[in-house]
């Protein structure tokens, strides 16, 4: 089977030469303490910043792929919820087409409870609201590969489940989502983690296989304890 994604990818010294290979309705959690190279490595892959050596998306160099349809193939989330313009949230999902399909936009509205909010500038928005809409403008082109940077940050618990779900059905469809996240708990939720440390990914494999691996601990420092996770000593 063609990977969705396959690349080598390094952003000395930040990030050193990683391979990632992504199949299709994979879910896959990218983890790592504060500054492991966690956004490198997301911009690296969606050939935004770094090296990308022999970067393919869905068996075609990205290179050869015109900017209009790379953008229907993978779309990248960046965790910074900042928008500094007031354009409307109907108009913010909107820009993940390309082309317009105001009906894709009421789905994604609805699907995102943000029907009310539709007219809104989206820098009047919470947080929380900015980040659904943001989201739903990854999402509008149904893209193949998703790379999402701590998406769900600053959701309440709800829109942490219900944003799972929805990525649950976009990974059924077929797509691979890569999601960074730091709220460890969730891991049961996907199929895969990547993990880094120090800007090298020191694990790729099931989460079960990796929490009973003491690759965990030596990464992060802490321990489950049945309730959590304590600090090891
Ligand atoms: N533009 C830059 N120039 C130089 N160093 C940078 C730049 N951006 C990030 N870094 C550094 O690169 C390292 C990796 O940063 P990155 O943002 O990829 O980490 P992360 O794993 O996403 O972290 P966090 O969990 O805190 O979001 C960090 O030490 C950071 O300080």
């Known amino acids: 089977m063609t990977a969705l994604l396959h690349a080598s990818v390094a952003s000395p010294p930040r990030l050193q030469v990683t391979e990632v290979s992504l199949a299709p309705g994979e879910r896959i959690a990218l983890i790592g303490p504060n500054g492991s190279g966690k956004t490198t490595l997301?911009?690296?892959?969606?050939?935004i910043e770094g090296q990308a050596?022999?970067?393919?998306?869905?068996?075609?160099?990205?290179?050869?792929?015109?900017?209009?349809r790379r953008a229907a193939l993978l779309a990248?989330?960046?965790?910074s919820r900042e928008v500094r313009w007031p354009i409307p949230v109907r108009d913010v999902i909107a820009l993940g087409l390309n082309r317009p399909d105001p009906e894709r936009v009421d789905e994604l509205l609805d699907r995102l409870s943000l029907t009310e909010l539709a007219e809104r500038p989206i820098d009047l928005l919470s947080t929380g609201e900015r980040a659904r809409a943001?989201?739903?403008?990854?999402?509008?082109?149904?893209?193949?590969?998703?790379l999402l940077d701590e998406p769900l940050s600053n959701l309440d618990p709800a829109w942490v489940l219900r944003t799972l779900d929805l990525l649950d059905e976009v990974t059924h469809e077929g797509s691979a989502v890569v999601l960074a996240l730091h709220d460890l708990s969730l891991l049961g939720r996907f199929d895969r983690v990547l993990m880094l440390d120090g800007g090298r990914l020191v694990a790729d494999m099931?989460?079960?296989?990796?929490?009973?691996?003491?690759?965990?601990?030596?990464?992060?420092?802490?321990?489950?304890?049945g309730a959590g996770w304590t600090l090891r000593p």
Do not use: H
């Open 42 to 47: 997301l911009k690296a892959l969606a050939g």
């Open 53 to 68: 050596t022999d970067l393919r998306l869905d068996g075609e160099r990205l290179s050869d792929i015109p900017p209009a």
């Open 76 to 79: 990248f989330l960046p965790a």
């Open 134 to 146: 943001l989201l739903g403008r990854a999402l509008a082109s149904r893209p193949k590969i998703l």
């Open 206 to 225: 099931p989460p079960a296989a990796l929490l009973a691996s003491p690759l965990f601990g030596d990464a992060f420092g802490v321990e489950p304890d």
